[in-house]
Nanobody
Framework: QVQLVESGGGSVQAGGSLRLSCAAFGYAFSSPWMGWFRQVPGKEREGVAA????????YYGDSVKGRFTISHDNAKKTLYLQMNSLKPEDTAMYYC????????????????????WGQGTQVTVSA
């Protein structure tokens, strides 16, 4: 059973930076697609960024392009999200997700494309 544990959330002022980490456990051979999603109360969970198993393909939500960078270290089974130039509208619970099925195009940033989820880490950006 794949388990995902996020860390690195916190409170920061607008314009600041945070780096989220997601440690993955429970698989030995094939690497999964991995992604970051976020959700605020009363709204649907939205895709932030995703990365292919080999790291060669990445997808970003329009609202974070140019500010956030997704990366992963397969040897450490750890996913990262570097968030720069943070805005108050980035405030949300951020979730790590993983899935072993192949993905094409924008499907990598869809909630329904992932079977495994972490518990989330809160990011709060103040004006």
């Amino acid at each position: 059973q794949v388990q995902l544990v996020e860390s690195g959330g916190g409170s920061v002022q607008a314009g600041g930076s945070l780096r989220l980490s997601c440690a993955a456990f429970g698989y030995a051979f094939s690497s999964p697609w991995m992604g970051w999603f976020r959700q605020v109360p009363g709204k649907e969970r939205e895709g932030v960024a995703a990365v292919s198993p080999g790291g060669g393909v990445t997808y970003y939500g329009d609202s974070v392009k140019g500010r956030f960078t997704i990366s992963h270290d397969n040897a450490k089974k750890t996913l990262y999200l570097q968030m720069n130039s943070l805005k108050p509208e980035d405030t949300a619970m951020y979730y790590c997700a993983a899935d072993f099925r192949p993905k094409f195009g924008g499907a990598a940033n869809l909630v329904t494309s992932y079977n495994y989820w972490g518990q989330g880490t809160q990011v709060t950006v103040s004006a």
